[in-house]
């Protein structure tokens, strides 16, 4: 089973940036990838996703214009650049296929922004 392992999180002041890392243990190739968050007492959501057959990315309103989702199949990893970064963004942030499937959740990785 392909696993994903998040890091790069950590504690960041408003405005700050933040650059986290999924790496896979296998090629993915050509697969749709996706960044998920969940905060506290909050349903996890989908903030971007990269399209493997393509370049073509896309992102919740909520982070359009400040998060760049972007993937190094070499390196079988897949980035989240995320700047401006706001309290708002505090969460658990994953890696996961886009769908996602519920077998390749990891521990994920926490992102603080708090001044």
């Known amino acids: 089973q392909l696993q994903l392992v998040e890091s790069g999180g950590g504690l960041v002041q408003p405005g700050g940036s933040l650059r986290l890392s999924c790496a896979a243990s296998g090629s993915i190739f050509s697969i749709n990838m996706g960044w998920y968050r969940q905060a506290p007492g909050k349903e996890r959501e989908l903030v971007a996703r990269?399209?493997?057959?393509?370049?073509?990315?896309d992102y919740a309103d909520s982070v359009k214009g400040r998060f760049t989702i972007s993937r190094d199949n070499a390196k079988n990893t897949v980035y989240l650049q995320m700047n401006s970064l706001k309290p708002e963004d505090t969460a658990v942030y994953y890696c996961?296929?886009?769908?996602?499937?519920?077998?390749?959740w990891g521990q994920g990785t926490q992102v603080t922004v708090s001044s």
């Open positions: 990269i399209i493997g057959s393509s370049t073509y990315t």
């Open positions: 996961n296929m886009w769908p996602f499937r519920n077998d390749y």
